[in-house]
């Protein structure tokens, strides 16, 4: 038997992989170029007992996958810029309330309406920093399908690990491209499970006190223990309070949570970099056009390597300096203009050294592109 | 039990403004649940933003204070995940019907099983008096300053056209009717509107000369008339009172249970299928000897 | 109908915000608001226990402790004009 290998678009792995990591729940609403995503749970969930539903907007699909998650379920929603957009403030919800939940962005043209149908990574900052206030985010991509489906199954896991929203940027080229996925066997990938609580019914439970750890065991609504939920700042059961004690224990918390956890979040992989003079950094399908390029100028004995993001948010910093240390350039290799350029540059040693090779006409960047900016640092033409 | 038994009391007094008909609703809903004897644990309270929203954190329910006009969406969400579970939904006027207004729409078009209560007080109370959708025109508000001239939906109608299976209007004066209206709504499998007018001496009341709260109440009990009364024949400009409509119509989380069904037995199917050509496969290429 | 008998008036100072609904609505005018705002059953003896303050007090802070078991269904409806 050999249906656990398929062929199929970025879309489908992401599906494959949500289900793989147990999804219950989906609501989503129409959007290029994620509406694969919606069709296809439509679909696979109810014949699992699941739950799809479409709702009114995009608002509106957060908010449903939000009350969902509270009764305990795995859920997810998936859309693309416009929608992304009308997601942030409920996003910003699921932050203040650490509600588990995964947020597929597969990312087109912007600002606006922009091109629906055609790729960009114009979204990076938009997952950082779309919604308003201080928060920190979890933002994961990938550029190929395996790892489109190892990733969403990691959205859920950290999801559940920190109570808080897992935002997957993905985008049209890599959502919509077919390619191979083997689905791994049941077990082969852990999935972290909902950390519920342990207080017993009748005794005092404190949903927003954190363990040790910082984790939040969590009640189900429904369950034993009643309690609030609220948007507001709110003390340990919950309930509104502009103590400022309690505010700022809050925004910190929910920042410290993922911030100082970044080693554990990092997620990253490495072509051809032993010994790099001229770094590309790259993530989702980019990525793909950066490693091309490494590949054919390794094979013509030059020291050009990729350093591959999956995690984007909370941002590898160290890990990025560490491995930029010894080269001569690093070149940012993305379609947008220059949003993890930005970061690299804060974070490397010397920002002079750090280039921008990109595309911003929603059109996928090629390896010729790479090469003629990797020539033009090197003083040796075009 | 009692009526204390079913709030938080270490947040009381309650937050709302002397006179406020939010607590009016807050304890005809208690006692409605009361009466009905519902189990506490199988009640999930989602509200949205404003005066109204506070109702939340005092209920000792599953609480879900979201976001402005959001209620309903969240709701959605609990109960499609969780069909067992009752939801009730208050709302404040500008809550259910500006910034919600497209949520409220399609939860009645859905018919999901749940209780939404507009608590109508025709005015934004939190943010200081600002006129609502439901203000009317010719009222005062601090965004009004020369009267509004904005139109006003009518609830119930707007309910029925989008396809509330239960409709009903009271009044935080008529607080028996509102308690006896309120247990029908929950009991009703469907989606459900409870409006109830609702005073806001503070502001309302206050830019538009209708006096205190008591004042206010005497208004909703002279400006009203019961559904099917002598009062409302000889007065058609009364706001009538009461049911609307309550009929029975498919209720969306059954619906979705029959999707289930019908989508595992689909994939049964595929399954045997699959399993039928591969053994079709076998025989044919593995003769038997 | 058996009439509810009056035991007392549990009133919750605390809670009480004096707006004054229960005494304005108050069919025997058993209620007055007091020096501090706070509501009083001043005539306790003319309560016909129909229980309409402690049903629209917005502050849950009025009780209306009769002796027998609080039967919605016997409040006096003629107390609340429709």
Same mark, same amino acid.
């Given at each position: 038997?050999?249906?656990?290998?398929?062929?199929?678009?970025?879309?489908?792995?992401?599906?494959?992989?949500?289900?793989?990591?147990?999804?219950?729940?989906?609501?989503?609403?129409?959007?290029?170029?994620?509406?694969?995503?919606?069709?296809?749970?439509?679909?696979?969930?109810?014949?699992?007992?699941?739950?799809?539903?479409?709702?009114?907007?995009?608002?509106?699909?957060?908010?449903?996958?939000?009350?969902?998650?509270?009764?305990?379920?795995?859920?997810?929603?998936?859309?693309?810029?416009?929608?992304?957009?009308?997601?942030?403030?409920?996003?910003?919800?699921?932050?203040?309330?650490?509600?588990?939940?995964?947020?597929?962005?597969?990312?087109?043209?912007?600002?606006?309406?922009?091109?629906?149908?055609?790729?960009?990574?114009?979204?990076?900052?938009?997952?950082?920093?779309?919604?308003?206030?201080?928060?920190?985010?979890?933002?994961?991509?990938?550029?190929?399908?395996?790892?489109?489906?190892?990733?969403?199954?990691?959205?859920?896991?950290?999801?559940?690990?920190?109570?808080?929203?897992?935002?997957? *940027?993905?985008?049209?080229?890599?959502?919509?491209?077919?390619?191979?996925?083997?689905?791994?066997?049941?077990?082969?990938?852990?999935?972290?499970?909902?950390?519920?609580?342990?207080?017993?019914?009748?005794?005092?439970?404190?949903?927003?006190?954190?363990?040790?750890?910082?984790?939040?065991?969590?009640?189900?609504?429904?369950?034993?223990?009643?309690?609030?939920?609220?948007?507001?700042?709110?003390?340990?059961?919950?309930?509104?309070?502009?103590?400022?004690?309690?505010?700022?224990?809050?925004?910190?918390?929910?920042?410290?949570?993922?911030?100082?956890?970044?080693?554990?979040?990092?997620?990253?992989?490495?072509?051809?970099?032993?010994?790099?003079?001229?770094?590309?950094?790259?993530?989702?399908?980019?990525?793909?056009?950066?490693?091309?390029?490494?590949?054919?100028?390794?094979?013509?004995?030059?020291?050009?390597?990729?350093?591959?993001?999956?995690?984007?948010?909370?941002?590898?910093?160290?890990?990025?300096?560490?491995?930029?240390?010894?080269?001569?350039?690093?070149?940012?290799?993305?379609?947008?203009?220059?949003?993890?350029?930005?970061?690299?540059?804060?974070?490397?040693?010397?920002?002079?050294?750090?280039? *921008?090779?990109?595309?911003?006409?929603?059109?996928?960047?090629?390896?010729?592109?790479?090469?003629?900016? *990797?020539?033009?640092?090197?003083?040796?033409?075009? | 039990?009692?009526?204390?038994?079913?709030?938080?009391?270490?947040?009381?007094?309650?937050?709302?403004?002397?006179?406020?008909?939010?607590?009016?609703?807050?304890?005809?809903?208690?006692?409605?649940?009361?009466?009905?004897?519902?189990?506490?644990?199988?009640? &999930?309270?989602?509200?949205?933003?404003?005066?109204?929203?506070?109702?939340?954190?005092?209920?000792?329910?599953?609480?879900?204070?979201?976001?402005?006009?959001?209620?309903?969406?969240?709701?959605?969400?609990?109960?499609?995940?969780?069909?067992?579970?009752?939801?009730?939904?208050?709302?404040?006027?500008?809550?259910?019907?500006?910034?919600?207004?497209?949520?409220?729409?399609?939860?009645?078009?859905?018919?999901?099983?749940?209780?939404?209560?507009?608590?109508?007080?025709?005015?934004?109370?939190?943010?200081?008096?600002?006129?609502?959708?439901?203000?009317?025109?010719?009222?005062?508000?601090?965004?009004?300053?020369?009267?509004?001239?904005?139109?006003?939906?009518?609830?119930?109608?707007?309910?029925?056209?989008?396809?509330?299976?239960?409709?009903?209007?009271?009044?935080?004066?008529?607080?028996?009717?509102?308690?006896?209206?309120?247990?029908?709504?929950?009991?009703?499998?469907?989606?459900?509107?409870?409006?109830?007018?609702?005073?806001?001496?503070?502001?309302?009341?206050?830019?538009?000369?209708?006096?205190?709260?008591?004042?206010?109440?005497?208004?909703?009990?002279?400006?009203?008339?019961?559904?099917?009364?002598?009062?409302?024949?000889?007065?058609?400009?009364?706001?009538?009172?009461? &049911?609307?409509?309550?009929?029975?119509?498919?209720?969306?989380?059954?619906?979705?249970?029959?999707?289930?069904?019908?989508?595992?037995?689909?994939?049964?199917?595929?399954?045997?299928?699959?399993?039928?050509?591969?053994?079709?496969?076998?025989?044919?290429?593995?003769?038997?000897? | 109908?058996?009439?509810?008998?009056?035991?007392?008036?549990?009133?919750?100072?605390?809670?009480?915000?004096?707006?004054?609904?229960?005494?304005?609505?108050?069919?025997?005018?058993?209620?007055?608001?007091?020096?501090?705002?706070?509501?009083?059953?001043?005539?306790?003896?003319?309560?016909?226990?129909?229980?309409?303050?402690?049903?629209?007090?917005?502050?849950?802070?009025?009780?209306?402790?009769?002796?027998?078991?609080?039967?919605?269904?016997?409040?006096?409806?003629?107390?609340?004009?429709?």
């Amino acid at each position: 038997m050999t249906d656990n290998i398929k062929f199929v678009q970025g879309n489908e792995a992401c599906v494959e992989g949500a289900l793989y990591a147990g999804i219950d729940f989906y609501a989503g609403y129409p959007i290029t170029p994620s509406t694969e995503v919606a069709e296809l749970l439509s679909k696979r969930l109810p014949e699992k007992g699941g739950k799809f539903i479409q709702m009114e907007d995009e608002i509106a699909s957060m908010c449903a996958i939000i009350g969902a998650s509270l009764t305990g379920h795995k859920v997810m929603t998936a859309t693309s810029g416009p929608g992304f957009s009308l997601k942030q403030e409920a996003l910003g919800y699921a932050c203040m309330a650490e509600i588990p939940c995964v947020i597929v962005n597969v990312q087109r043209g912007g600002p606006s309406t922009g091109n629906p149908t055609h790729v960009s990574q114009g979204d990076i900052n938009q997952a950082r920093w779309g919604t308003h206030g201080d928060h920190a985010i979890i933002a994961l991509t990938a550029s190929n399908h395996q790892d489109v489906f190892e990733v969403t199954v990691d959205a859920f896991n950290l999801a559940e690990t920190y109570r808080t929203p897992v935002i997957l *940027l993905f985008d049209e080229v890599v959502g919509h491209m077919r390619e191979k996925l083997v689905i791994p066997e049941k077990g082969e990938i852990p999935l972290v499970d909902r950390l519920r609580t342990s207080v017993r019914k009748g005794v005092d439970y404190h949903p927003y006190l954190p363990r040790e750890d910082g984790r939040l065991p969590m009640s189900d609504f429904g369950g034993e223990h009643r309690y609030n939920v609220t948007g507001l700042f709110h003390d340990m059961w919950g309930f509104p309070s502009n103590n400022h004690q309690v505010v700022r224990e809050l925004l910190h918390h929910l920042v410290d949570k993922i911030e100082n956890n970044v080693h554990s979040i990092t997620r990253y992989k490495e072509h051809y970099l032993e010994g790099a003079e001229y770094i590309l950094i790259s993530y989702g399908s980019s990525a793909r056009s950066a490693i091309h390029m490494a590949k054919n100028r390794r094979e013509r004995g030059e020291k050009v390597g990729v350093l591959e993001l999956q995690s984007i948010w909370p941002f590898p910093e160290a890990m990025v300096r560490e491995k930029c240390a010894g080269a001569k350039a690093v070149i940012v290799v993305e379609m947008n203009m220059g949003q993890v350029m930005k970061e690299v540059k804060a974070c490397v040693d010397d920002s002079s050294k750090v280039f *921008l090779a990109n595309r911003i006409d929603n059109k996928l960047i090629t390896p010729t592109n790479i090469k003629t900016l *990797l020539r033009m640092i090197q003083g040796r033409g075009v | 039990m009692a009526i204390k038994d079913y709030i938080r009391q270490r947040y009381f007094p309650q937050m709302w403004c002397p006179g406020c008909g939010h607590g009016i609703i807050l304890n005809a809903l208690l006692r409605a649940v009361d009466e009905m004897g519902l189990d506490k644990n199988n009640i &999930v309270m989602t509200s949205g933003i404003g005066c109204s929203a506070r109702i939340s954190g005092y209920v000792d329910f599953h609480s879900l204070h979201t976001l402005h006009g959001r209620a309903l969406a969240f709701a959605t969400g609990v109960k499609l995940s969780k069909p067992e579970l009752t939801l009730l939904v208050p709302m404040g006027d500008g809550d259910a019907l500006a910034i919600g207004g497209n949520h409220f729409i399609h939860a009645a078009r859905r018919n999901i099983d749940m209780t939404a209560i507009v608590m109508n007080n025709r005015i934004y109370g939190m943010t200081g008096g600002q006129y609502s959708p439901l203000s009317g025109p010719g009222k005062k508000a601090t965004t009004a300053p020369y009267t509004t001239i904005d139109n006003d939906f009518d609830v119930v109608k707007l309910s029925i056209a989008a396809g509330a299976s239960f409709v009903a209007r009271s009044t935080a004066y008529h607080v028996l009717e509102c308690i006896d209206i309120l247990k029908k709504a929950i009991e009703h499998k469907g989606f459900s509107v409870v409006e109830i007018l609702s005073q806001c001496p503070t502001h309302y009341g206050r830019k538009n000369k209708e006096g205190d709260a008591s004042q206010m109440l005497e208004f909703q009990k002279n400006t009203t008339a019961k559904l099917g009364s002598k009062a409302l024949e000889q007065d058609p400009t009364l706001i009538p009172r009461g &049911v609307f409509v309550d009929i029975d119509a498919p209720e969306y989380c059954q619906e979705y249970d029959r999707i289930v069904e019908r989508a595992m037995k689909g994939s049964q199917n595929q399954i045997h299928k699959f399993d039928k050509t591969l053994r079709d496969e076998a025989n044919q290429t593995c003769p038997k000897p | 109908m058996a009439r509810l008998k009056l035991k007392e008036h549990v009133i919750n100072r605390d809670w009480c915000k004096g707006c004054g609904i229960c005494v304005h609505f108050c069919p025997k005018k058993v209620l007055e608001l007091d020096s501090q705002e706070k509501v009083v059953a001043v005539r306790p003896e003319d309560c016909i226990c129909c229980k309409l303050c402690e049903l629209r007090c917005p502050d849950l802070a009025i009780e209306v402790v009769t002796t027998q078991t609080n039967q919605a269904a016997e409040t006096d409806q003629a107390a609340q004009d429709e």
